[in-house]
């Protein structure tokens, strides 16, 4: 492996994660250790010397009951049974009289009581001449006699090399399983970034379709990759709106303009217009400026809108209370235009939302529905001249209710949608054509004699979409029935 590649292995997540855990666990290990051995080294010194404490007093009773013979008599007994005991008597010139330890320092039998540190000692009838190091207590009889009873440590060594040994096994397994972690690790996460980095270097490059990979293993990385394709989505839906609202601005506003520009080449070059004349097609191009002002401000509001911009204040509103307010403004206009607007909108259907927005989404919906519905009239008007039929009456109508859904089959959700309504009895939409009304510069009207730019309904869809709506269009047979289904204000 090159300087570089191994350089680049140690900056990535995987070999630091996989090196903190291999300090912490080694740091826990040692501890945990040091810890154990420590203490139970520290308890069985306590064994021992809390041992050789009662077998001395035990024989100092059996010396104070049978003598000196006696005592020999049990020590020669004792020291006849295998084991890790130590027993020494010897007279008052330090000489052996009965045990099973051949020779041990002479300083040892100076000693008083329980010897602070270990001694070596050589044990009686072993044919290897061999120092063993053993735990001892020395107490002085009648007549110089001395008493040494202890124990033998050679197991408690044999438990610290254990330990010892443990420890270097343990250190060695930690550091191999680090390692088989980091391979692991390698493998598994950092495949899953470097499919991550492809996807976003692919979105880069202008692929806005691409998505980022979901292994359907539920973990943080799918859930990521989730969150982040949801946000491309929404990038890639706003870059295809923008780029068909370029292409429909082209192509539906490139026709005033070059009407207002011919108006007024033909104006200027005229040498007989009078001022009427001029005041005439100043009007006309007045009204064409202001047509195309009202154009790019219902622009500007919808991409407002769409981006659901925090200038936007919600607040508890009154769905029924807003279709009324309209239906009654919009009342007298219906009656001017030969059209009868009817609602039934009861109080307390309680929404969050902005009340200045719907409004505006309803009277896009009124405007609509009162123009279709009074052009379909017309035409119907035209065919019942010949045969003496009654003529169809323009008809609209708005109301708003309360719809409970059901999620399946055996249990009714308690979601209840406030459905706002407006529906006429005009020529309708095709079914084929029901989403497609809803996107900017959509008009159905292919001769283009009808006023209006195709932006109406694309603001509605916004306004529903800013307050979590669903829009639904059905056949009202004949006409149409617009619906905007709103989550009420306690299920928000």
């Not at 124990?151 to 399983?177: C, H, N, T, Y």
């Not at 500007?300 to 925090?310: F, G, P």
């Not at 307050?467 to 004949?478: F, V, W, Y």
Request: proline letters at 3%; aromatic letters at 6%; a negative charge.
């Amino acid at each position: 492996m090159s300087p570089g590649s191994i350089s680049k292995t140690m900056r990535t997540t995987a070999f630091k994660l996989s090196a903190i855990y291999l300090i912490i666990f080694s740091i826990f290990a040692i501890f945990l250790i040091v810890y154990i051995s420590l203490n139970t080294q520290l308890l069985m010194t306590r064994q021992l010397n809390s041992t050789i404490v009662a077998e001395v007093r035990g024989l100092v009773e059996q010396y104070r009951s049978g003598g000196m013979a006696g005592l020999i008599k049990i020590i020669e007994e004792r020291s006849r049974r295998p084991g890790a005991s130590l027993y020494l008597i010897t007279d008052s010139r330090g000489l052996y009289v009965a045990g099973n330890v051949a020779a041990l320092p002479k300083w040892v039998l100076d000693e008083r009581g329980a010897v602070e540190q270990t001694v070596t000692y050589q044990r009686l009838g072993e044919n290897e001449r061999k120092d063993n190091n053993a735990v001892v207590s020395v107490y002085e009889m009648f007549g110089g006699y001395r008493l040494l009873v202890g124990r033998d440590v050679g197991e408690r060594e044999q438990f610290r090399k254990v330990v010892e040994q443990a420890f270097i096994v343990s250190a060695i397994l930690m550091i191999v399983l680090a390692m088989l972690a980091w391979i692991f690790v390698s493998r598994k996460v950092l495949k899953r970034i470097e499919m991550i980095t492809e996807a976003s270097g692919n979105i880069m490059r202008g692929q806005l379709d691409e998505r980022l990979p979901v292994t359907q293993a539920g973990d943080e990385f799918d859930r990521l990759s989730e969150s982040l394709n949801t946000m491309l989505s929404r990038i890639e839906m706003l870059m295809r709106g923008l780029k068909e609202v370029s292409d429909n601005i082209a192509h539906d506003l490139k026709t005033p303009l070059t009407r207002l520009r011919n108006r007024v080449e033909v104006t200027l070059s005229s040498d007989q217009q009078d001022v009427e004349s001029y005041r005439q097609a100043l009007e006309q191009t007045l009204e064409e400026s202001e047509a195309l002002i009202r154009t790019f401000d219902a622009l500007l509001r919808i991409a407002r809108v769409e981006a659901k911009s925090t200038q936007i204040e919600k607040a508890p509103l009154d769905v029924g209370a807003i279709a009324a307010d309209m239906a009654e403004l919009y009342e007298p206009v219906a009656e001017d235009e030969g059209a009868r607007l009817t609602w039934k909108a009861d109080t307390g259907y309680m929404i969050n939302g902005n009340r200045e927005l719907i409004s505006q989404a309803l009277a896009n919906l009124i405007d609509n529905a009162m123009k279709y519905a009074v052009r379909h009239a017309v035409e119907q008007r035209q065919e019942t001249e010949a045969d003496g039929t009654e003529p169809l009456q323009p008809h609209i109508h708005i109301a708003v209710s309360r719809k409970t859904i059901s999620n399946n089959a055996d249990k009714q959700d308690s979601l209840g949608l406030i459905i706002l309504t407006v529906s006429d009895n005009g020529q309708g939409i095709a079914e084929e054509d029901r989403d497609r009304v809803l996107q900017r510069f959509v008009r159905l009207d292919k001769s283009r004699n009808q006023p209006g730019s195709g932006l109406g309904l694309s603001l509605v869809n916004a306004v529903a979409s800013l307050h979590d709506a669903k829009i639904e269009l059905g056949d009202n047979e004949p006409g149409l029935i617009f619906s905007i289904c709103f989550p009420p204000l306690d299920e928000q």
